[in-house]
């Protein structure tokens, strides 16, 4: 009897011991072995690398259950719950922009004697609206004054002009004969008196405006080195008035760019090619002048600042119908210089 007594309390401890071994070893299984502190880490790092570039971060990886011990890179909660991928929530894209730019323009005899010069500039001030991905619109106030280097002459609010006040329109195209793809820009130049009168030296009740496209199909050839060549037709609009001195005028300015990128935030380009206007009534070429330049491109605080400096020629080829005098195309009396200073916000 007593014998009985003490085999059925060793199997019931024997049945116990097998028991509590069962559970330890099950919650072993289970429960992620991520500690809370490389899960802090990695979600720093995924903010960090949030506010690095404002792109859309590639969700971390996700290690199922069994291999939450071996990985301190998956988030402790999506590791005990999933062992698909989280996508990540996409940056927001900032809709609206601001532009500020001044260009200031010299000739070969203001570069002689800068100091008792009197430079012109082309400012505008710009508002742009991002509709989606690949469009946007835009608005731009442009006016102009003369700025003086030298300190006899002080600067007064009487001296700023207005000019065109633009609307644009940016889009986005698949690239042309392996070309990158091609963003271009169309422009309307808005009629108005400030605007004629300092343009065109009167009013004009039959000038409507100004329509220009501005496109550039350009090829990387490597990471340094890239060419485009670029177009930019402009069509005056409104009905030809002979007392008022005005014609429908078709132009276009084109010329082939070569650039080279020092680093991501300076670039060098030269470039050349021509300038055509012709009467829109008949299309008879009025004048033709070949243009050349090289300048640098300098970006400054992730591209919120950019500076241009460039050296550009202007040479007549045609005048009021007629050719013009033979000439060297890089003769100095048609050198012309600028300096564009251009503000992002």
């Given at each position: 009897?007593?014998?009985?007594?003490?085999?059925?309390?060793l199997?019931?401890?024997?049945?116990?011991?097998?028991?509590?071994?069962?559970?330890?070893?099950?919650?072993?299984?289970?429960?992620?072995?991520?500690?809370?502190?490389?899960?802090?880490?990695?979600?720093?790092?995924?903010?960090?690398?949030?506010?690095?570039?404002?792109?859309?971060?590639?969700?971390?990886?996700?290690?199922?259950?069994?291999?939450?011990?071996?990985?301190?890179?998956?988030?402790a909660?999506?590791?005990?719950?999933?062992t698909a991928?989280?996508?990540?929530?996409?940056?927001?894209?900032?809709?609206?922009?601001?532009?500020?730019?001044?260009?200031?323009?010299?000739?070969?005899?203001?570069?002689?004697?800068?100091?008792?010069?009197?430079?012109?500039?082309?400012?505008?001030?710009?508002?742009?609206?991002?509709?989606t991905?690949?469009?946007?619109?835009?608005?731009?106030?442009?006016?102009?004054?003369?700025?003086?280097?030298?300190?006899?002459?002080?600067?007064?609010?009487?001296?700023?002009?207005?000019?065109?006040?633009?609307?644009?329109?940016?889009?986005?195209?698949?690239?042309?004969?392996?070309?990158?793809?091609?963003?271009p820009?169309?422009?309307?130049?808005?009629?108005?008196?400030?605007?004629?009168?300092?343009?065109?030296?009167?009013?004009?009740?039959?000038?409507?405006?100004?329509?220009?496209?501005?496109?550039?199909?350009?090829?990387?050839?490597?990471?340094?080195?890239?060419?485009?060549?670029?177009?930019?037709?402009?069509?005056?609009?409104?009905?030809?008035?002979?007392?008022?001195?005005?014609?429908?005028?078709?132009?276009?300015?084109?010329?082939?760019?070569?650039?080279?990128?020092?680093?991501?935030?300076?670039?060098?380009?030269?470039?050349?090619?021509?300038?055509h206007?012709?009467t829109?009534?008949?299309?008879?070429?009025?004048?033709?002048?070949?243009?050349?330049?090289?300048?640098?491109?300098?970006?400054?605080?992730?591209?919120?600042?950019?500076?241009?400096?460039?050296?550009?020629?202007?040479?007549?080829?045609?005048?009021?119908g007629?050719?013009?005098?033979?000439?060297?195309?890089?003769?100095?009396?048609n050198?012309?210089?600028?300096?564009?200073t251009?503000?992002?916000?």
């Amino acid at each position: 009897m007593k014998l009985n007594i003490i085999a059925a309390l060793l199997l019931c401890a024997s049945v116990a011991t097998a028991a509590s071994e069962t559970t330890t070893t099950a919650t072993t299984t289970t429960a992620p072995a991520t500690t809370a502190a490389p899960v802090k880490k990695a979600k720093k790092a995924k903010k960090k690398a949030a506010k690095k570039d404002g792109a859309q971060v590639a969700p971390a990886a996700v290690a199922p259950v069994a291999a939450a011990a071996t990985t301190d890179v998956a988030p402790a909660t999506a590791a005990a719950t999933s062992t698909a991928a989280v996508p990540a929530a996409a940056a927001p894209t900032k809709k609206w922009g601001v532009t500020l730019l001044n260009e200031i323009d010299g000739d070969y005899a203001a570069g002689k004697d800068l100091k008792n010069a009197t430079l012109p500039t082309i400012n505008y001030v710009g508002a742009s609206y991002k509709i989606t991905a690949t469009e946007k619109v835009g608005l731009r106030q442009y006016y102009t004054y003369d700025y003086n280097p030298h300190p006899g002459k002080d600067f007064e609010s009487s001296d700023i002009k207005q000019s065109f006040t633009v609307a644009t329109i940016t889009t986005k195209t698949k690239g042309i004969l392996g070309s990158d793809d091609i963003s271009p820009m169309f422009w309307y130049y808005m009629p108005g008196h400030d605007a004629e009168v300092n343009n065109f030296k009167k009013d004009m009740d039959n000038f409507a405006g100004i329509l220009r496209a501005d496109v550039e199909i350009n090829w990387t050839l490597n990471p340094k080195w890239s060419a485009s060549y670029y177009l930019n037709p402009r069509q005056t609009l409104g009905a030809k008035d002979d007392e008022a001195g005005f014609a429908a005028t078709t132009r276009l300015i084109h010329y082939a760019n070569l650039y080279y990128n020092v680093s991501d935030d300076t670039q060098l380009y030269v470039n050349a090619g021509f300038d055509h206007k012709m009467t829109s009534e008949n299309l008879t070429s009025t004048s033709d002048t070949y243009l050349s330049a090289a300048g640098a491109s300098f970006g400054f605080f992730g591209g919120k600042l950019n500076i241009n400096p460039e050296v550009s020629v202007a040479t007549p080829l045609k005048s009021k119908g007629a050719a013009a005098k033979s000439q060297d195309l890089y003769n100095k009396e048609n050198i012309g210089y600028a300096f564009v200073t251009a503000i992002s916000l």
